[in-house]
Each structure stands twice: as C-alpha cells, then as structure tokens.
C-alpha cells in the first residue's frame, strides 16, 4: 500500500532532503538532491564512498530524514518526516535508479558517484493547509 497521495505530490514537488544517519550514539545530518522512484517508493540520490554520511549508513543502514517547504506563513507550512534502509542500487534497479535520478537532475552525470536509494518505511506528513497540525501516517505493511 503507497502512502496518501498528496505525501507523493510533496516528494515529488521538492527536491532536497535532510538525511539523518547514526553510529555509535552520534547522529550526523546531510542535505542532498533527490528523485523518487514513485512504484517502489524510494528516494534516490548520489554521493561519493568517502562522505561521512556513507561511512555511517554502512555501519547503520537504518535512516531518518525530512524535506520540508520553507515558509513564514503558518497556514501553509508543510514537512514530511520519514524513516527507512538505504542500500546502494546495483543491477537492473540501478538502471532505473540513474535514469531517474538523471532525468532530474542531467548535470549529476558529471560525478560518477554510486546511486542510493532509501527505502522508506514509515512517513509523517504535516500539511496546515488541511488544517493547522494536520497529520498523515504511513507505514509499510
């Protein structure tokens, strides 16, 4: 079962996101571009081996993160917060990975970094706009 749609029109609306990783009782946050793979509900993106995010999610596959609309406006603030396993895409998913991810973004064929992928599990989506606080639940069954 996919999330509600109006979570999947937020994903696909922005395109950057906070990833949250933690080994050893420290946490560490990064931001990067991403593209979702709608069907499998994954969020892609590229980064090199040598980051600390990296490092850490092959210690700890297991991540959190958020993508959020900036916005002083109360009435319309909007964020997704979300957990899931990151891996990184090999094979034939790989293929579909890339694609999209460079669909998106065409300039990230510059970087021949390897292509991630989080498999999301559980999102919260707080949308104002359907009421201040409002809140939608997901997770993978």
């Given at each position: ?77 909007q964020g997704l ?61």
């Amino acid at each position: 079962m996919q999330p509600d749609p109006a979570v999947i029109r937020f994903i696909k609306k922005h395109h950057l996101l906070t990833l949250a990783t933690c080994t050893d009782s420290v946490p560490y946050c990064s931001n990067m571009f991403y593209a979702l793979l709608e069907q499998e509900f994954y969020l892609i993106f590229t980064s090199d081996t040598k980051t600390r995010h990296i490092a850490e999610v092959l210690k700890n596959p297991v991540v959190a993160g958020s993508i959020a609309l900036e916005t002083e406006t109360v009435g319309k603030i909007q964020g997704l917060q979300f957990c899931g396993k990151m891996m990184e895409m090999s094979g034939k998913p790989k293929i579909k990975a890339t694609t999209a991810y460079l669909k998106r973004f065409p300039y990230a064929v510059l970087s021949g970094t390897p292509i991630w992928a989080i498999e999301i599990t559980y999102t919260k989506f707080t949308d104002n706009r359907l009421g201040f606080g409002t809140k939608l639940i997901w997770h993978k069954t």
